[in-house]
């Protein structure tokens, strides 16, 4: 069983950063055998894949709207992933969920994650 608390989000300025946080608590299997993806919703529309990392951080995928302003990294020592965003733009705003898969691959299709947070809402102001 996993817990994910997403934490971070809030009101930034465009062009601004801000630095999610994954925090998981995993019960009968390390926290670092599982890929974590970060994903966005917004209302009404479909869930989106924004990155995701593999276990012990070899590999790392970003969809192409983020590539060069998100970066996403690990500290299995601490049981958290962390989604860096810079240059943030308006069409960012997005509640941000992140996910785990006991696959050591990340994803970039929510159907293969198994465990889910709450989510974090992220809102970008022009």
């Known amino acids: 069983q996993v817990q994910l608390v997403e934490s971070g989000g809030g009101l930034v300025q465009a062009g601004g950063s801000q630095r999610l946080s994954c925090a998981c608590a995993?019960?009968?299997?390390?926290?670092?055998?599982?890929?974590v993806g970060w994903f966005r919703q917004v209302l009404g529309k479909e869930r989106e894949f924004v990155s995701a990392?593999?276990?012990?951080?070899?590999?790392?995928y970003y969809a192409d709207y983020v590539k060069g302003r998100f970066t996403i990294s690990r500290d299995n020592a601490k049981n958290t992933v962390y989604l860096q965003m810079n240059s943030l733009e308006p069409e960012d705003t997005a509640v941000y969920y992140c996910?785990?898969?006991?696959?050591?691959?990340?994803?970039?299709?929510?159907?293969?994650?198994?465990?889910w947070g709450q989510g974090t809402q992220v809102t970008v102001s022009s």
């Open positions: 990392i593999s276990w012990r951080d070899i590999n790392t």
């Open positions: 995993a019960s009968g299997r390390t926290f670092s055998t599982y890929a």
């Open positions: 996910a785990a898969r006991p696959s050591g691959l990340g994803s970039s299709s929510p159907n293969d994650y198994t465990y």
